[in-house]
Nanobody, 126 residues
Framework: QVHMVESGGGLVQAGGSLRLSCTAS????????MGWFRQAPGKEREFVAA????????RYADSVKGRFTISRDNAKNAAYLQMNSLKPEDTAVYYC???????????????????WGQGTQVTVSS
């Protein structure tokens, strides 16, 4: 079992920035790709960004390209999502997830991720 915990959400004005963090614990010595997803009120959860175990493969949703940056620090079992130029439509609960099967690549499908955090709320005011 891998336990995921997100932090860093909050309320920010449009144009502002936030940095989300995700830490993983519970199973040392395993490799996993990390993904960020979000779910806005009344909408389905959607893919935001993903990064492979080694960090060499990164994928973004078109809606966040050029504004969000995903990174990771394996020594800290952590992944980050730097969000700049935030828009009201970025308002959502943000989830991090771990993919222990295809850790050398990045997947945008929820079904590829076995472990999920509880989410952190991001609210962008206009």
């Amino acid at each position: 079992q891998v336990h995921m915990v997100e932090s860093g959400g909050g309320l920010v004005q449009a144009g502002g920035s936030l940095r989300l963090s995700c830490t993983a614990s519970g199973r040392p010595f395993i490799k996993y790709a990390m993904g960020w997803f979000r779910q806005a009120p009344g909408k389905e959860r959607e893919f935001v960004a993903a990064i492979s175990w080694g960090g060499g493969i990164i994928r973004y949703a078109d809606s966040v390209k050029g504004r969000f940056t995903i990174s990771r620090d394996n020594a800290k079992n952590a992944a980050y999502l730097q969000m700049n130029s935030l828009k009201p439509e970025d308002t959502a609960v943000y989830y991090c997830a771990a993919d222990t099967t295809t850790w050398a690549s990045t997947k945008s499908s929820e079904g590829s991720y076995e472990y999920w955090g509880q989410g952190t709320q991001v609210t962008v005011s206009s």
